[in-house]
Every structure is written in C-alpha cells, then in structure tokens.
C-alpha cells in the first residue's frame, strides 16, 4: 500500500484580515467567505470550515503556488504542511 502526501493548506481566519493577496496569487485555491468575512479554502479542496479555520488538501501541482500566497500573506495566516 502507498501513502500519497497531498499538501494540506489552512487559513487562520482569526488572523485573516480579508486583504485578499492570496485570492489574487492562488484563485483557484482561496475565496472569501460572505459567511464569516474571511478566506477560505475552495470547494472541492476544502475539508474542514469553521469560524477560526478553513482547512483543505490540495494537488500537489497547486502546492507551489499555495506557498507563494502563504509567503505574501501580511498576517501570515496562511500555512502548507
Ligand atoms: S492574504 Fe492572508 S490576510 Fe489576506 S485574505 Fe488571504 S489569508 Fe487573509
């Protein structure tokens, strides 16, 4: 049996404050959420969604260009494991 790592991206929606880097680098793995006012993890990556977190795993083509939004990420709520 194989074990495939697939990235795992989690927003911090306690930090996040909505600027919107990240939508612009990465749209197809972030969004607001009109719900709680902050980002969030696309459908269908996303896996977990609550008020102080959004949690997803991604194809580990898009891992690159998670990093890149985590590393311009003024409150550094963004992480990719
Ligand atoms: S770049 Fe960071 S602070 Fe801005 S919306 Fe995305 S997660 Fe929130």
Do not use: H
């Not at 609550?50 to 194809?59: F, L, W």
């Not at 590393?71 to 963004?78: A, F």
């Amino acid at each position: 049996m194989s074990i495939e790592a697939v990235p795992l991206v989690k927003v911090d929606k306690n930090t996040c404050i909505t600027a919107g880097v990240c939508w612009s680098i990465a749209p197809d793995i972030f969004e607001y959420d009109p719900a709680s006012g902050k980002t969030r993890i696309r459908d269908p990556y996303r896996k977990v969604d609550t008020g102080s977190e959004s949690i997803g795993q991604i194809p580990e083509v898009l891992r690159d260009v998670a990093k890149s939004a985590a590393e311009v990420c003024p409150t550094s709520s963004i992480t990719v494991e």
